[in-house]
């Protein structure tokens, strides 16, 4: 790509050098020098005094370290930032919020792989196909959809959209997840720190004069998995990110415990459908080899931990992290799971990164319409804070906000709260679940799963049902908080062709909960920033958000899947032996729910996971020892 050309840079110099002739002292001595612009600071924050409708618009094409398309150049990411006219006027830089996206230009129409395999674990049928938009910030987005620039570039940031390799403006090619797009985000955070070079579209290259140097990232699902990424570069000037919905390791999202597991809705979906779908750059064709390794490498047959999926886990790369880390996610989220958010807050806590943590009752959303006042209030000060130095008190608040199940919201000084312990409870021959161990006898299912999905298998849990074991307490005397992450560990054989065992912690009890959705309350706008007048989309104001409910007799709260083969290593696979008993050991999902008194908790085993796992045909035999077998629950005091 040319970048600039030799006429163009003498032309400029040409008339610069004929203005230089042909000013007067006179005519130069009357031009007043132009006020330098500052932030306006109150009550330890920035104000809202710079214009949205008068933002500069600039896009850069910024040189990353990597060439991922091999095409012998050095990948590019297309950057476009508004950023306050005064940082071209009057000399203000501003620090910029900046987020990462595969998805500004929309999507393609992909299909997932075969999920109903054969006798030999082979595919036994026709391909699903993909929604052509994922939740979260996905589909031809129009420029600039959002709150950031109505609500954080008054108040003094430049804020900027980055089209991940691959996708919109950017060369590259997309990898879920793989090195090359975290350096291909970490070079937008370079180039507003003088460390990359940068052209504007007409080839000219282009510095961030106006820049601090100081940065945040933010974003939900995709968008938020590549705030994490970056920070574990350690790169300077990613002062902080906001990563909501996202992933900490990729095998986490596509993989569990040696298993292939889609992520919630999305049942066939792997890395390589996902980097073929956000595939938007121009040149439709010089990304096929490296798509085509993403299904060979990402192995489907096994669900093994290899190099391949260790280069998508960030968490190995934690201690790098030096941005201080909002961590933010919905506690009924099944598409990026909760072990995404928990096993990265463990992370912070262990390298002493600066942290927060917002754990919400709906799914795979953006928390800020539900909870609107506060959330702005909080990230601001976080940035502010962090980009800017100001004491503002958000770093002597409470580090963690969970909302409860009947939407009020309890602040705690960590996750999980602090006295939490484990209980365990067995499994006994008898379908009860209590601490006393009843006699280690056998009870077994026949898999159903490939036909039957899970939430028809839990119901009437007293009721006998050969396709599932059901195992429940009595009715609790008081309250009950669930708070981290359950242990399943039984003793068990299997005899047919499906390896999975999964395991569903149940809330049995009538009730209203919530689900994953969230409903628009059209009655109830709120103008949170400034607007753009004639500008679509520009209002500055939204509407606020609700919680989708459900009452129902029952909740799958959480659950956690295992390929028996992998019962001793999840990098490799052992001989499962049809009869022959093992001990088998997994976590399910961390989960802070409440069983209400007078409801009863309930682990049911089944193998085949219909929306999420491989589904193998029908029939295997699962038989589990009863008196030995267990669930470990971390329980949380009544007074946290």
Same mark, same amino acid.
């Given at each position: 790509?040319?970048?600039?050309?030799?006429?163009?840079?003498?032309?400029?110099?040409?008339?610069?050098?004929?203005a230089?002739?042909?000013?007067?002292?006179?005519?130069?001595?009357?031009?007043?020098?132009?006020?330098?612009?500052?932030?306006?600071?109150?009550?330890?924050?920035?104000?809202?005094?710079?214009?949205?409708?008068?933002?500069?618009?600039?896009?850069?094409?910024?040189?990353?370290?990597?060439?991922?398309?091999?095409?012998?150049?050095?990948?590019?990411?297309?950057?476009?930032?508004?950023?306050?006219?005064?940082?071209?006027?009057?000399?203000?830089?501003?620090?910029?919020?900046?987020?990462?996206?595969?998805?500004?230009?929309g999507?393609?129409?992909?299909?997932n792989?075969?999920?109903d395999?054969?006798?030999?674990?082979?595919?036994?049928?026709?391909?699903?196909?993909?929604?052509?938009?994922?939740?979260?910030?996905?589909?031809?987005?129009?420029?600039?959809?959002?709150?950031?620039?109505?609500?954080?570039?008054?108040?003094?940031?430049?804020?900027?959209?980055?089209?991940s390799?691959?996708?919109? %403006?950017?060369?590259?090619?997309?990898?879920?997840?793989?090195?090359?797009?975290?350096?291909?985000?970490?070079?937008?955070?370079?180039?507003?720190?003088?460390?990359?070079?940068?052209?504007?579209?007409?080839?000219?290259?282009?510095?961030?004069?106006?820049?601090?140097?100081?940065?945040?990232?933010?974003?939900?699902?995709?968008?938020?998995?590549?705030?994490?990424?970056?920070?574990?570069?350690?790169?300077?000037?990613?002062?902080?990110?906001?990563?909501?919905?996202?992933?900490?390791?990729?095998?986490?999202?596509?993989r569990?415990?040696?298993?292939?597991?889609?992520?919630?809705?999305?049942?066939?979906?792997?890395?390589?459908?996902?980097?073929?779908?956000?595939?938007?750059?121009?040149?439709?064709e010089?990304?096929?080899?490296?798509?085509?390794?993403?299904?060979?490498?990402?192995?489907?047959?096994?669900?093994?931990?290899?190099?391949?999926?260790?280069?998508?886990?960030?968490?190995?790369?934690?201690?790098?992290?030096?941005?201080?880390?909002?961590?933010?996610?919905?506690?009924?989220?099944?598409?990026?799971?909760?072990?995404?958010?928990?096993?990265?807050?463990?992370?912070?806590?262990?390298?002493?990164?600066?942290?927060?943590?917002?754990?919400?009752?709906?799914?795979?959303?953006?928390?800020?319409?539900?909870?609107?006042e506060?959330?702005?209030?909080?990230?601001?000060?976080?940035f502010?804070?962090?980009?800017?130095?100001?004491?503002?008190?958000?770093?002597?608040?409470?580090?963690?906000?969970?909302?409860?199940?009947?939407?009020s919201?309890?602040?705690?000084?960590?996750?999980?709260?602090?006295?939490?312990?484990?209980?365990?409870?067995?499994?006994?021959?008898?379908?009860?679940?209590?601490?006393?161990? %009843?006699?280690?006898?056998?009870?077994?299912?026949?898999?159903?799963?490939?036909?039957?999905?899970?939430?028809?298998?839990?119901?009437?849990?007293?009721?006998?049902?050969?396709?599932?074991?059901?195992?429940?307490?009595?009715?609790?005397?008081?309250?009950l908080?669930?708070?981290?992450?359950?242990?399943?560990?039984?003793?068990?054989?299997?005899?047919?062709?499906?390896?999975?065992?999964?395991?569903?912690?149940?809330?049995?009890?009538?009730?209203?909960?919530?689900?994953?959705?969230?409903?628009?309350d059209?009655?109830?706008?709120?103008?949170?920033?400034?607007?753009?007048?004639?500008?679509?989309?520009?209002?500055?104001?939204?509407?606020?958000t609700?919680?989708?409910?459900?009452?129902?007799?029952?909740?799958?709260?959480t659950?956690?899947?295992?390929?028996?083969?992998?019962?001793?290593?999840?990098?490799r696979?052992?001989?499962?032996?049809?009869?022959?008993?093992y001990?088998?050991?997994?976590?399910?999902?961390?989960q802070?729910?409440?069983?209400?008194?007078?409801?009863?908790?309930?682990?049911?085993?089944?193998?085949?996971?219909?929306?999420?796992?491989?589904?193998?045909?029908?029939?295997?035999?699962?038989?589990?020892?009863?008196?030995?077998?267990?669930?470990?629950?971390?329980?949380?005091?009544?007074?946290?």
């Open positions: 790509m040319v970048r600039s050309t030799g006429n163009r840079r003498t032309g400029i110099a040409v008339v610069c050098a004929m230089a002739v042909l000013a007067t002292p006179s005519a130069h001595a009357a031009q007043p020098a132009p006020e330098r612009a500052e932030l306006k600071i109150s009550g330890g924050e920035t104000q809202p005094v710079f214009s949205r409708a008068d933002a500069v618009l600039q896009q850069v094409d910024v040189q990353t370290e990597v060439d991922s398309d091999g095409d012998g150049e050095r990948d590019t990411v297309r950057m476009r930032i508004l950023r306050p006219k005064e940082t071209d006027t009057a000399g203000l830089k501003v620090a910029t919020v900046v987020e990462a996206s595969p998805y500004w230009a999507g393609n129409d992909v299909p792989h075969v999920v395999l054969d006798e030999d674990g082979l595919p036994a049928n026709k391909s699903h196909r993909l929604d052509p938009r994922k939740p979260g910030l996905t589909g031809p987005a129009v420029a600039y959809s959002g709150y950031y620039d109505n609500y954080f570039l008054p108040r003094g940031y430049a804020v900027a959209q980055v089209d390799l691959g996708t919109g %403006g950017s060369t590259g090619c997309p990898t879920s997840g793989g090195r090359n797009e975290t350096l291909g985000a970490k070079a937008a955070i370079d180039w507003l720190n003088g460390r990359a070079k940068g052209w504007d579209l007409d080839g000219e290259e282009t510095r961030a004069n106006w820049s601090t140097g100081d940065a945040a990232m933010m974003g939900i699902s995709y968008n938020g998995t590549l705030p994490t990424a970056v920070a574990t570069t350690g790169v300077e000037g990613l002062k902080a990110i906001v990563p909501i919905s996202g992933i900490s390791s990729w095998y986490d999202y596509y569990a415990n040696g298993g292939v597991v889609a992520p919630g809705t999305y049942q066939g979906e792997d890395t390589d459908v996902l980097a073929k779908y956000v595939y938007s750059r121009a040149d439709r010089i990304c096929a080899p490296v798509l085509d390794a993403l299904e060979r490498d990402q192995d489907r047959a096994t669900g093994d931990w290899s190099a391949y999926w260790r280069e998508r886990d960030y968490l190995k790369d934690a201690d790098r992290i030096k941005a201080a880390t909002f961590v933010v996610h919905g506690l009924n989220d099944w598409n990026v799971k909760t072990k995404n958010a928990d096993r990265l807050w463990e992370a912070l806590k262990k390298n002493h990164v600066p942290r927060k943590l917002w754990l919400h009752q709906a799914g795979h959303a953006n928390p800020m319409p539900l909870r609107m506060e959330w702005l209030r909080q990230v601001h000060h976080w502010d804070h962090y980009l800017y130095g100001l004491d503002n008190g958000i770093t002597s608040e409470p580090r963690v906000d969970v909302e409860q199940a009947d939407f919201w309890k602040r705690q000084n960590d996750w999980p709260a602090t006295g939490t312990r484990d209980t365990a409870l067995r499994l006994n021959a008898d379908g009860t679940l209590g601490r006393a161990a %009843g006699p280690a006898t056998v009870r077994s299912l026949t898999d159903a799963g490939r036909t039957v999905p899970a939430e028809q298998l839990v119901t009437s849990p007293d009721t006998a049902n050969p396709n599932r074991l059901a195992y429940t307490t009595g009715a609790l005397t008081k309250d908080r669930l708070n981290g992450v359950p242990e399943v560990d039984v003793r068990a054989s299997l005899d047919g062709t499906s390896p999975y065992v999964t395991a569903l912690l149940v809330d049995y009890g009538r009730d209203t909960r919530a689900t994953s959705g969230t409903v628009t059209t009655s109830r706008q709120v103008c949170y920033g400034e607007g753009v007048p004639g500008l679509p989309g520009e209002t500055g104001c939204a509407y606020r609700r919680h989708a409910t459900e009452t129902a007799d029952f909740k799958i709260v659950r956690g899947w295992l390929d028996a083969r992998n019962r001793v290593s999840y990098a696979q052992s001989k499962v032996v049809e009869g022959r008993e001990r088998l050991s997994w976590d399910m999902q961390p802070d729910y409440v069983f209400k008194a007078g409801h009863r908790l309930g682990v049911v085993l089944i193998s085949t996971d219909y929306d999420y796992t491989l589904r193998h045909p029908a029939g295997t035999v699962m038989t589990v020892r009863a008196g030995v077998s267990s669930l470990t629950l971390p329980v949380a005091p009544d007074r946290p």
